[in-house]
C-alpha cells in the first residue's frame, strides 16, 4: 500500500464528483505495501480508500468486484466497490484502474494474542465457506509455477546455506505438482497478514486488500496466515496462538484427515512463497523512493524454522 501513482488534490476531487460522496475535505497516501497504491480520502459524507492499481491484467478487475460483492453479501467485514452515479464499480484516475471504497473502522494489531488469532480464523473460514460453491475463478500468477522458476533462479545466486534449503523446497514442488492432492478448495484471500486484518480491541472489524485473491487450496490460506499471525518471537511458531487460530478456523469449517498429512508443507509452501515474492520487490524497488522493502529473510528464517513443524491441525473439535 505505498503510493506509487501519486495524485493531485484537482485530480481527486474532480474524480469524486462523479460520486455521491459530496465534496472532498482531505485525502493522504498509505505508506505499507509493495503492491498498489493508495489513498485515505475524507468527504463531506464519509471515509474512503482509493486504490489504484498497479499490477495485474486489468481485464481481472471485474472477479475482485464481483468476489468482494460476494463477501459483503455474506455479511463478512470487507469494503467493496462503491458505484458511481452511472452504477460503475470501475474506474480510471491517472491511467490506472481505480476503486473507491468504504473505509473500514478499526486499527491494524502489531502484536497479537489468541484472542485475536481466533477471530482471524474464524473469518478466514467464513470467507472460505462463503466462496466455496461460487462461480467465481481466478488463477494465481504466483502458484507451484511460478514458485519453482522463482526458486530455480534464485538457488543460482544464493550462498550455500540457502542453496540447500532451496533444494529442499523443489522436492515439495515437484511433489505438489505431480500429485495435485485433493485438499478443499475455494477462493483465497491470499495476503491475509496482520496488516490486512482491522480490529477494534478485540473485534475483528475488517479484512482489506484482496488483490491476491484466487482459486486455491484453503488449508494454503491457514498457512499463509499462521506464518504472520502466530510467531514466536525467538523464532517460528507460537503454538498458543497457532492452536488458537486453528481452532478458530475449525469452529467454522472443519479440517480433513489429507489437510493434515498436508500440513507441514503448506506450511513451508507458504513461507518460501513469500521469500521469494520479497526477493522479487526487492530487486525492483531498490532504487525507488517512498516504496517499503519488506525483508525477505524473515521468510528464510521461517522456512528454516519449519524444517521442524510441531503445531498440527485440530480434527475433532
Same mark, same amino acid.
Given at each position: 500500500?505505498s503510493v506509487?501513482t501519486p495524485?493531485?488534490?484537482?485530480?481527486l476531487?474532480?474524480f469524486l464528483s462523479?460520486?455521491?460522496?459530496?465534496r472532498l475535505i482531505?485525502?493522504?497516501g498509505?505508506v505499507g505495501?509493495?503492491?498498489?497504491s493508495n489513498?485515505f480520502v475524507?468527504?463531506?459524507?464519509?471515509?474512503y480508500?482509493?486504490?489504484?492499481?498497479?499490477?495485474g491484467?486489468i481485464?481481472?478487475?471485474?472477479?475482485?468486484?464481483e468476489?468482494l460483492?460476494?463477501?459483503?453479501?455474506?455479511g463478512?467485514?470487507v469494503?467493496?466497490a462503491?458505484?458511481n452515479r452511472?452504477?460503475?464499480?470501475l474506474?480510471?484516475?491517472?491511467? $490506472? !484502474?481505480?476503486l473507491?471504497?468504504?473505509r @473500514?473502522? #478499526?486499527r491494524?494489531?502489531?502484536?497479537?494474542?489468541?484472542?485475536?488469532? %481466533?477471530?482471524?480464523?474464524?473469518?478466514?473460514?467464513?470467507l472460505?465457506?462463503?466462496t466455496t460453491?461460487?462461480s467465481?475463478q481466478?488463477?494465481?500468477?504466483?502458484g507451484?509455477e511460478?514458485?519453482?522458476a522463482?526458486?530455480?533462479?534464485?538457488?543460482?545466486?544464493?550462498?550455500p546455506?540457502?542453496?540447500q534449503?532451496?533444494?529442499s523446497?523443489?522436492a515439495?514442488l515437484?511433489?505438489l505438482?505431480?500429485? $495435485? !492432492?485433493?485438499l478443499?478448495?475455494?477462493? @483465497?484471500? #491470499?495476503d491475509l497478514f496482520?496488516?490486512?486484518v482491522?480490529?477494534d480491541? %478485540?473485534h475483528?472489524?475488517g479484512?482489506?486488500?484482496f488483490y491476491?485473491?484466487?482459486n486455491?487450496?484453503?488449508?494454503?490460506?491457514?498457512?499463509i496466515?499462521?506464518?504472520?499471525?502466530?510467531?514466536a518471537?525467538t523464532?517460528?511458531l507460537?503454538?498458543r496462538?497457532?492452536?488458537?487460530?486453528l481452532?478458530?478456523?475449525?469452529?467454522?469449517?472443519?479440517f480433513?484427515?489429507?489437510e493434515?498429512?498436508?500440513w507441514p508443507?503448506l506450511?513451508r509452501l507458504?513461507a @518460501?512463497?513469500?521469500?521469494?515474492?520479497?526477493?522479487?520487490?526487492?530487486?525492483q524497488?531498490?532504487?525507488?523512493?517512498?516504496?517499503?522493502?519488506?525483508?525477505?529473510?524473515?521468510?528464510?528464517?521461517?522456512l528454516?524454522?519449519h524444517?521442524?513443524v510441531?503445531?498440527?491441525?485440530?480434527l475433532?473439535?
Open positions: 500500500m506509487f495524485v493531485e488534490r484537482a485530480q476531487a474532480d462523479g460520486f455521491d460522496v459530496g482531505d485525502y493522504s498509505i505495501g509493495t503492491e498498489n489513498f475524507a468527504t463531506e459524507h464519509g471515509e480508500v482509493l486504490t489504484l492499481i498497479e499490477r491484467p481485464a481481472e478487475l471485474p472477479f475482485f468486484v468476489l460483492d460476494c463477501l459483503h453479501g455474506a463478512l467485514p469494503p467493496y462503491i458505484r452511472q452504477a460503475r464499480a474506474h480510471e484516475l491517472n491511467q $490506472r !484502474p481505480a473507491l471504497q468504504p @473500514l473502522s #478499526g491494524h494489531v502489531g502484536i497479537s494474542d489468541a484472542s485475536h488469532c %481466533h477471530a482471524v480464523g474464524q473469518t478466514l473460514a467464513g472460505h465457506n462463503a460453491d461460487s467465481l481466478r488463477r494465481s500468477d504466483r507451484l511460478w514458485m519453482t522463482e526458486t530455480q533462479a534464485l538457488l543460482e545466486r544464493s550462498e546455506s540457502a542453496r534449503l532451496l533444494q523446497m523443489l515439495v515437484e511433489r505438482q505431480r500429485e $495435485r !492432492p485433493e478443499p478448495e475455494a477462493v @483465497l484471500h #491470499g496482520r496488516d490486512n482491522l480490529f480491541g %478485540h475483528l472489524t479484512v482489506i486488500d491476491n485473491a484466487f486455491g487450496w484453503t488449508l494454503y490460506d491457514v498457512a496466515c499462521v506464518n504472520d499471525w502466530c510467531l518471537e523464532g517460528g507460537d503454538a496462538r497457532a492452536e488458537s487460530l481452532a478458530g478456523y475449525a469452529s467454522q469449517r472443519r480433513t484427515p489429507l493434515a498429512e498436508h508443507d506450511l507458504a @518460501l512463497r513469500f521469500w521469494l515474492s520479497r526477493e522479487l520487490a526487492a530487486d524497488h531498490a532504487e525507488q523512493s517512498g516504496v517499503l522493502i519488506k525483508d525477505p529473510m524473515h521468510f528464510q528464517r521461517l528454516e524454522w524444517r521442524d510441531g503445531v498440527g491441525l485440530p475433532a473439535l
